[in-house]
Structures are given as C-alpha cells and as structure tokens.
C-alpha cells in the first residue's frame, strides 16, 4: 500500500520545527514540512498560496496548516486537489477572527503594529503564541520562530487581518482547543475540540494530535 503524503505548514513567523513532536505510522503516512519564504512585493494570499503550491510534489495530498498556516491551506486548497485539508489552532472565515482582529481591520490599527520590534524574541513569540506564554519558556519556544524578516512580518500581519474568507469550506476539518486565547472557542463553529488545548496545542498537546490524527485523515473520506 501506498503511503499518504501529508504536508504540514506551520502557523506565523514559524518554522517546521513546531511539528518536531508529531509523529504518524510510518506505515501509512509520509510526512513533509512546508516553510515560510519571504513574499513578492503586494503579492496577494492567494498568489502566495500559488507559490506554495509548487513546493507540493504529490497528488491528492493531506495538507494541515496551524494558526495562519492554517489560513494559508485553505487558499491552497483552492487551488489543487487534495485528499484532505486540516487545520489546526485556526479559523475557517473571517467570522471566527476575535473582535480585536475585527476591529484592527475597520480601524487599519494593524498598519499601526511596530513590526521591526516582533524582532525581538519575546514580542514575537507573545504575538505568535498568544500572551499567556510563561517567561521562563520563552527561550524554549524561540526557537519555533525563525522568520523574522519585516517585509514577511508586515505581509503576514496584513493578510490575516484582511483574509476575506466569508463562508467555510465544508469539507475542511478544523481542530481547535477550548482554551485557545488567539481564536477563543467561543467564535469556533464546527470544530473538534480539544480539552485544555491552547494556541500552541501543536507542541504542547502532541500526544492527543499522535493519537487521533491518523483516523482524522482516514475517516470521513472527502468526496
């Protein structure tokens, strides 16, 4: 039998090390990692997503984003078949987005964010994480964030705020925890829900993601 390639994208500013942890059956799945690269000049989400596409080698793949990774597979999604699409620690329209994001985007505040400051280790990684991160693991998660350049930074900002995402694709499967303080649950519409998972599920909450991923990708064929 044939093994399953799953691509995996890693939320803002991240590298692949965040799925260090994730482990599937070698039996069944091949694993990828997908990395940021730096944006063309006005280049748009979704010819960024184009772009990405070329960096898939398989057909019909399982692609699974987190956070603003997350965002970025759907629009690639649209774009080539696959088998199935994941997210993780995400939204599936621009309905889910917190109201800060909601109002940063009527009011162009995110134009106000000092990005050369997300330079700086703890900022990032507050803004990245969430802001419950506990200082004394800040060094341990710095090393997730690795791409730290303006031009990608004042792009990826901009392009999640701006994402124009209205109406969910059905067929994608969305994995959220309860306790996400970046997308709170409480704007999570069909999801699978995780106890005690916060936006960093991916690296703290791997054991569950372990054990239930490989039925996720094989239930529920899409059609």
Known sequence: MSKIPVYLMPGLAASPTIFENIKLPEDQFELYYLEWFIPKTKETLSEY????????KHDNPVLIGVSFGGILVQEMNL?????????????????????????????????????????NVETLVKYAFGENIISSRLKLYEKYLNVRDKKYLD????????????????NIIHIHGDADEVFPIQNIKNTIQVKGGTHIMIINKYKWINENLPKIILENEKN
């Open 155 to 170: 792009w990826a900002i901009e392009s999640v705020i701006l994402w124009s995402r209205v109406t969910p694709d059905k």
């Open 49 to 56: 997503a184009l772009r990405m596409t070329k960096e898939i």
């Open 79 to 119: 774009l080539i078949p696959t088998k199935k699409t994941i997210i993780i620690s995400s939204v599936k329209s621009n309905k889910e987005m917190p109201t800060r994001m909601k109002i940063a985007k009527k009011t162009l505040a995110y134009k106000l964010i000092p990005t050369s400051l997300l330079a």
